[in-house]
């Protein structure tokens, strides 16, 4: 055996564990629920072929409707929230704090990261109460008007938002400080000479050096607010009505919380996958850097 056969097969000896675990847990998964997806299917009857049923049902199934339009305004609340806020929170850092502060700073904002989203969905809803929380004792103590922040379907999906982009803006500040320090200096250097402001550097050197990495940010931003579960179950169950429900929500409703709909749920599921699968698609055409030939 020669050497390049022998690292090769080294190499596919590495992978074949990794790969088998996402073979089992995510690829195959994905094909099972394509086909259950066209059942009638639940975990006490065998599956029976319906066609196109699950789909067509879905299209005037209220709480399905309002999981996708609830999942669609968290998406597009807390991506660009988040990512715009790691962004300013990091150059800040970078600029301004390049010491033990900064470091510090950095710390304490990536405990919510590494905190568990129960944990940090109980707590928040704590803060959120209405008759005893943090956040409307301090409105009444300036003279305010206390916010029904969990329990009115007109501020409970801006309340999880707000407690998503807190968790996730650590996360992003990290990656987004790691890209600017990436950056040369020699060309914020060659910018001061030249003349040029704290914030023009910002504009147009930073911002535009960083465009590898807020793309990857909101890639992520984007696929984990698709699949956004935890935070919406714990603080509100949901609701009022159906004004927190999510699509995972959703599956996960109708797969285990009594319905027993393996087969609904798997149409569901599949509709999702479609949705990230073509959101990802439409940011790749039009935000992904373009490659120098």
């Known amino acids: 055996m020669s050497r390049k056969t022998r690292e090769a097969f080294e190499g596919y000896v590495y992978i074949i564990p990794s790969f088998i675990i996402l073979l089992i847990f995510y690829i195959i998964p994905i094909f099972m629920s394509g086909y259950y997806s066209f059942t009638s299917y639940s975990l006490v009857k065998a599956p029976r072929f319906v066609g196109l ?3 067509m049902k879905m299209l005037t199934d209220s709480y399905v409707l309002a999981a996708i339009k609830n999942t669609f305004i968290y998406t597009l609340v807390t991506v660009p929230f988040q990512t715009i806020l790691a962004l300013l929170f990091a150059a800040f850092l970078a600029m301004r704090f390049r010491n033990w502060f900064g470091e ?5 904002m990536f405990i919510p990261v590494i905190a568990s989203a129960v944990a940090c969905g109980a707590v928040w809803a704590v803060l959120m109460d209405t008759d005893n929380g943090l956040l409307n004792f301090i409105l009444h103590f300036f003279g305010a008007k206390g916010i029904n922040w969990l329990g009115s379907s007109q501020y409970a999906l801006i309340s999880i938002c707000i407690v998503a982009i807190w968790k ?3 996360y992003f500040l990290v990656i987004y400080y790691a890209g600017i320090m ?3 200096r020699d060309l ?3 910018a001061e000479i030249d003349g040029a402001s704290k914030w023009q550097e910002f504009r147009l050197i930073t911002i535009p050096m960083l465009k590898p990495v807020t793309y990857l940010i909101v890639t992520l931003g984007i696929i984990w607010s ?3 579960f935890d935070l919406s179950y714990v603080m509100t169950g949901g609701g009022p009505g159906k004004s927190t429900v999510t699509l995972v929500m959703d599956i996960y409703n109708q797969a285990f919380k009594g319905n027993g709909k393996m087969g609904y749920a798997s149409a569901i599921a599949m509709v999702l996958l479609l949705f990230i699968v073509i959101v990802n698609l439409i940011e790749n055409r039009f935000f992904k850097p373009k490659e120098e030939v």
């Not at 510090?104 to 304490?108: L, P, Q, V």
């Open 226 to 228: 698709f699949q956004v």
């Open 188 to 190: 914020f250097e060659a």
């Open 168 to 170: 996730n803006v650590g």
């Open 182 to 184: 990436g950056i040369s």
């Open 53 to 55: 049923r699950n789909y």
């Open 104 to 108: 510090m700073i950095r710390s304490a």
